[in-house]
């Protein structure tokens, strides 16, 4: 759009390459780990077809979400914005597809059902990557005059934004983890008090990571003017978020079906530690909000 | 919006893709009915084989149902020598619409048909 003005046609396409490539590496950086995960290629049979139908859809939206807050052509349409965001699917679908094939997961003696399911299925944190491929790590030179970073324009993300890039990050460490047993593990086990001592730990340390370590990206303790742009409400409201998104993790992964209400606030709790983490993760990421003050420094 | 062929042909690829996956498995999903697990064994006579620790019966084991069995137990039964005689084995995960390899031991030449039973699986 903006650099094709001057730009020769064969640039043009060295421009395109390095936009794919780059979208296949990060959704290989952050794919790799659940495509070397056992329960996700298992899953792919145990789960009904709808349900892998409708957590793709739901990543769908997902992506489509966290484009529109960091999107990196900020002067897109929603229509384009859309066209993008399918596209940040399909070239998912390849890498995860290509990927399975390497590592023998699928092949001509797995069922055609089987092999889909577990494609769609591995294409989901692919394409989580893909899509922090098009805004977290294009190189600050890609596209001349054009803004890249977030944590550079930050202030362009306002509170709700940070509260779905928030949710983002929890849903990408989480889903490293929400398929293995190890939630219902820690979850079954834990007693209520040790797993009030983990709640309180998560809202701690979150809360430290964002506004008192001095990551890049992280806040002084300086209150906005939203409600919400406040530490302690927005470290909660963070933490609500992610409590939600692991809650969603374990319904996915049928980690709820006929368990019980303590049994599932527990394995909640302990899926919601990465949960959180995550989500401060995201929250640093993007900076911003009234109150940053560090991402230029 | 798209500015050469390469973005064109990724553009149409990932639409391909996605259509292809998402409608795969719309039409999956409609046409289950959630029938339960129907395990079916095709016992291979005629391809078994003699090793120094028994007589191999190589099978197929599919699943005609519309979702999968977990550590499926199987128990085949064949006559050898007069005598009856049973081999017996697990099969970890058997996915919907899949074929798992699997081979049965006996001590020598079944005599007459091998015949399998399932003693039974897990709903996962």
Aim: aromatic residues 6%; proline residues 4%; hydrophobic residues 50%.
């Amino acid at each position: 759009m903006i650099i094709g003005v001057s730009a020769s046609a064969e640039s043009d396409v060295r421009q395109s390459a390095q936009d794919l490539l780059r979208a296949v590496g990060g959704g290989l950086l952050i794919g790799l780990p659940l495509l070397f995960t056992m329960e996700m290629w298992f899953h792919s049979f145990l789960l009904p077809s709808w349900k892998i139908v409708a957590l793709f859809g739901v990543s769908f939206v997902v992506v489509i979400g966290y484009s529109a807050v960091s999107g990196f052509r900020r002067e897109r349409t929603r229509t384009e914005l859309l066209v993008d965001c399918v596209q940040t699917m399909g070239i998912a679908i390849v890498v995860s597809a290509v990927a399975l094939l390497l590592l023998g997961r699928i092949g001509p003696d797995i069922g055609l059902r089987d092999a889909i399911g577990k494609i769609a299925l591995e294409a989901i944190p692919v394409a989580f990557g893909v899509s922090l491929a098009g805004s977290q790590l294009a190189s600050a030179d890609d596209d001349d005059g054009e803004e890249q970073g977030m944590a550079g324009d930050g202030n362009a993300v306002g509170t709700l934004g940070r509260l779905v890039v928030a949710a983002g990050g929890a849903l990408l460490l989480a889903l490293n983890v929400a398929p293995t047993e190890e939630p219902v593990l820690l979850g079954v086990q834990a007693e209520w008090w040790l797993l009030a001592l983990v709640v309180a730990a998560s809202l701690a340390m979150t809360f430290a990571i964002v506004f008192y370590a001095d990551f890049r990206g992280g806040k002084t303790l300086d209150r906005g003017e939203d409600p919400l742009d406040h530490p302690v409400s927005e470290t909660v409201a963070a933490y609500a978020i992610s409590l939600l998104v692991s809650l969603v993790l374990l319904w996915s992964f049928g980690r709820t079906d006929g368990v019980s209400a303590s049994a599932i606030i527990g394995q909640v709790i302990m899926l919601g530690v990465l949960a959180s983490f995550g989500a401060a993760a995201g929250r640093l990421l993007v900076g911003g909000g009234a109150s940053s003050s560090r991402s230029e420094a | 919006m798209r500015q050469n062929w390469l973005e064109w042909l990724a553009l149409v690829v990932s639409i391909l893709a996605v259509v292809g996956v998402v409608g795969f498995l719309l039409v999956d999903g409609v046409r289950d009915e959630g029938r339960p697990p129907l395990p079916l064994v095709e016992v291979r006579v005629a391809e078994a084989y003699q090793t120094p620790h028994g007589w191999l019966v190589p099978s197929t084991v599919t699943n005609d149902g519309d979702s999968a069995a977990e550590a499926l137990v199987l128990r085949a039964t064949a006559e050898i020598g007069g005598e009856v005689e049973e081999s017996e084995l697990t099969v970890d995960f058997l996915p919907a619409g899949t074929e798992v390899d699997v081979t049965f031991g006996f001590s020598a030449e079944p005599d007459g048909e091998v015949s399998v039973q399932v003693i039974g699986f897990r709903l996962p």
